[in-house]
Nanobody, 125 residues
Framework: VHPEESGGGSVQPGGSLILSCVASGYNFGSYCMGWFRQAPGKDREGVAVLNSDDSTMYADAVEGRFTISKGNAGKTLFLHMHSLEPEDTAMYYC????????????????????WGEGTLVNVSY
């Protein structure tokens, strides 16, 4: 299973982007799935997760601005990002879980065995 992200790019502050993640051979929705990011010189952090019961959890920094969701066909994971800020600049990774965890554990990366190579988001003037 190799998640593939797309949708990154360069936007001005206040702009929007939609990230997508697809992965063949993985049953979307069976376990927790999420988006993580790593900014230059910083540790990787959880951004948003979607658990198998369709509950979600967001990092405080993105709450109210980002939305995680599955596609109608259940084969794509999205991250809708609005009101982007320079602090959102990072490499964004899609991660897919393989065991049952809580949303809190998921946001910390527990149980995430499949990781994509990332898509770069740059927010600047």
């Amino acid at each position: 299973v190799h998640p593939e992200e797309s949708g990154g790019g360069s936007v001005q502050p206040g702009g929007s982007l939609i990230l997508s993640c697809v992965a063949s051979g993985y049953n979307f929705g069976s376990y927790c799935m999420g988006w993580f990011r790593q900014a230059p010189g910083k540790d990787r952090e959880g951004v948003a997760v979607l658990n198998s019961d369709d509950s979600t959890m967001y990092a405080d920094a993105v709450e109210g601005r980002f939305t995680i969701s599955k596609g109608n066909a259940g084969k794509t994971l999205f991250l809708h990002m609005h009101s982007l800020e320079p602090e959102d600049t990072a490499m964004y990774y899609c991660a897919l879980g393989v065991v049952s965890v809580t949303r809190q554990q998921c946001l910390l990366g527990y149980g995430m065995d499949y990781w994509g190579e990332g898509t770069l988001v740059n927010v600047s003037y």
